[in-house]
């Protein structure tokens, strides 16, 4: 583990980002292996008038341009996926860049549940559940994130299938509290974090019996949120007390900030999964951004991730509003109806960027039917770039076939720099789970910390913070290993100035051995232990992350320093 303390050394640059609010955050280092890249893979499918995958194409077929200029296409190949044996273990972490291409041989699902009552006519979250039970092939992995809780990748489908019955089950008691506690100012003003009353709620989705167990997952970064704020903050003032502004624009708590972040967390968490993988984001209403452009910026995350968004808009037509004593009959306003069709423009820009598809005002069985066949069978290409200048940019890619009368899907595009493989699956999951939690403002409750008596201590030029932490039982994986009960943490201790600079900071590798009766004692009273972390001015705040690789499971708490 001497790679991964090395490289959890680094985090704590993003320890001091804790404001109030979520603001443009810092990016810690991330554990590298750097390669420039010698093949760019481009999956494609190919769909006739009908919607069917088109499987007869050859090499010659296809013609790629990066950025306008034609390439020369070095790999290709051709899968019809069938079912296969369920492998062990989670989804292979992608492989170093100059690893020769190869089919996939499984799917990767990610469902991403968005805000809102999915209570359409087109019954599309019971054709979700209809579609992990009965079409996905033993070997394909699926994950399922909601609020603010997602759960690992599995071939388990029942199980997963259980879980989103449960989600459906309970989603519009939830909604209908949220909507209640952030209505009126509260939208703009409340603090943008589940509040417990309701997260009990969301955990109960989770705690059914039969369903995957889930963990907390912290807001993913928006790339372009600076200029979303900016427009929120330009609006605030004279907008305050316009109630239809509070309804219909971007703010703080709003449902599509929500599912931004959540979307960019999804992508996020697949981007170093080897291969294609596919999010598939259901929606009632879509996303309200301002422009296209928000839309193209989402789309290059993800195409650049090689991840293939669909997104599937549930609610169905738009309704007319309440009526009232002026008017016999109501009709939607046009402003209704281009509000709805703006959306849905959005999520097709998206699902367009990636390789995906929109479905709107479509029954689900339809929509997964699609999905199912379309994602079966799929060419892999790959090309080596001409443009040898790795600055970073947008690389617009484009696939042409001479085939008429087809669709052709693929992502559309990708960042033009050095990329990198994991190390190893402990020390990438163990390092993205901590800047995770090291950048999110709020505590992490997967493993229950709490932090008493921390204190600033020693002379100016010896300064230290001294503090105990308790972990609360439950959260730790413990394994038997001779007779004992053996569990390793990986843990950041890190301390703050006022301006919140980091000041002092220590990275361990927490080994537990115990016995039974010890075990048995820790199951009543939790883990203790001390702590001491040299600082080199006065420190304001400490936080502690503890993060359990066996259980995958985080904590962390931030706590006052007191002299």
């Known amino acids: 583990m001497s790679a991964a303390r090395f490289f959890l050394g680094v985090l704590v640059i993003a320890l001091a980002i804790l404001p109030a609010r979520p603001a443009a955050r810092q990016q810690p280092q991330q554990p590298t292996f750097r390669s420039r890249v010698t093949l760019v893979p481009v999956d494609v499918r190919v769909l006739d008038r ?17 950025d306008g200029v034609p390439q020369q296409i070095v790999h290709f190949s051709f899968t019809t996926l069938r079912a296969g044996a369920a492998p062990d273990g989670p989804p292979e972490l992608r492989r170093a860049p100059d690893v020769p291409l190869a089919p996939q041989t499984r799917r990767t699902f990610l469902f991403v549940l968005g805000r809102g009552r999915q209570v359409g006519p087109g ?35 029942e199980t997963a299938a ?10 519009e008691l939830i909604e209908a509290k949220l909507a209640h506690h952030y209505s009126g100012l509260a939208m703009v003003f409340a603090d943008p974090d589940i509040p417990p009353r309701i997260q009990q709620l969301v955990d109960g989705i989770f705690e059914q019996p039969g369903t995957l167990r889930a963990r907390h997952i912290p807001p993913g970064d928006i790339t372009d949120r600076a200029s979303l704020d900016e427009e929120i903050a ?34 996020t968490s697949m981007r170093y999964l080897e291969g294609e993988k596919h999010l598939v984001f259901l929606t009632p209403q879509g996303l309200q951004l301002r422009s296209l452009d928000n839309a193209s910026t989402l789309g290059r995350l993800a195409s650049d991730a090689r991840v293939a968004v669909d997104v599937v808009h549930t609610y169905g037509m738009i309704g007319a509003p309440p009526s009232n ?11 209704m109806v281009f509000n ?38 799929q060419y892999l290409l ?46 990438f999951l163990t390092f993205s ?131």
Not at 518 to 541: H, I, W
């Open 433 to 563: 789970r901590i800047a995770a939690a090291a950048k999110y403002h709020q505590s992490i409750d997967d493993i229950r910390l709490s932090v008493e008596e921390a204190k600033m201590g020693g002379a100016a030029s010896a300064q230290s913070v001294t503090a105990t932490v308790r972990i609360a039982p439950g959260g730790i994986g413990f394994r038997r290993n001779g007779g004992l009960h053996a569990a390793s943490l990986d843990a950041v201790f890190a301390c703050v100035d006022r301006k919140d600079r980091t000041v002092g900071d220590v990275t361990k590798t927490l080994e537990f051995t115990l016995t039974d009766e010890e075990y048995q004692r820790f199951e009543r009273q939790g883990l203790r232990f001390d702590v001491t972390v040299p600082a080199t001015s006065e420190a304001a705040r400490l936080k502690v992350i503890v993060y359990d690789y066996a259980n995958d499971t985080i904590g962390s708490k931030a706590v006052p320093v007191k002299r």
């Open 50 to 66: 009908r919607g069917r995958p088109v499987t007869d194409l050859q090499q010659q077929d296809f013609t790629i341009t990066e």
């Open 325 to 335: 004593a002026f008017q016999s009959f109501n009709l939607p306003t046009a402003g």
């Open 123 to 157: 019954k599309n979250v019971r054709a979700a559940i209809d579609f992990i039970r009965s079409r996905l092939l033993p070997q394909d992995q699926v994950a399922i994130l909601a609020y603010n809780r997602t759960t690992p990748f599995t071939t388990d489908h």
């Open 162 to 171: 259980r879980t989103l019955q449960s989600y459906w089950d309970r989603h």
């Open 234 to 267: 330009w609006n605030a003032g004279p907008a305050l007390a316009d109630a239809e502004w509070i309804e219909e624009d971007l703010h703080f708590n709003s449902p599509t900030l929500r599912d931004l972040e959540n979307l960019y967390a999804g992508i």
């Open 382 to 427: 790959g090309y080596s770039p001409s443009n040898a200048a790795w600055d970073g940019r947008y690389r617009r890619v484009r696939v042409t076939v001479n085939r008429p009368d087809v669709r052709v899907l693929y992502r559309r595009g990708y960042y033009g720099r050095e990329q990198w493989a994991p190390p190893d699956r402990r020390t």
């Open 340 to 377: 709805q069709r703006f959306k849905i423009e959005n999520s097709r820009q998206i699902s367009d960027m990636t390789g995906g598809e929109t479905a709107a005002f479509k029954y689900g069985s339809e929509t997964f039917a699609r999905l199912d066949a379309t994602t079966r069978a």
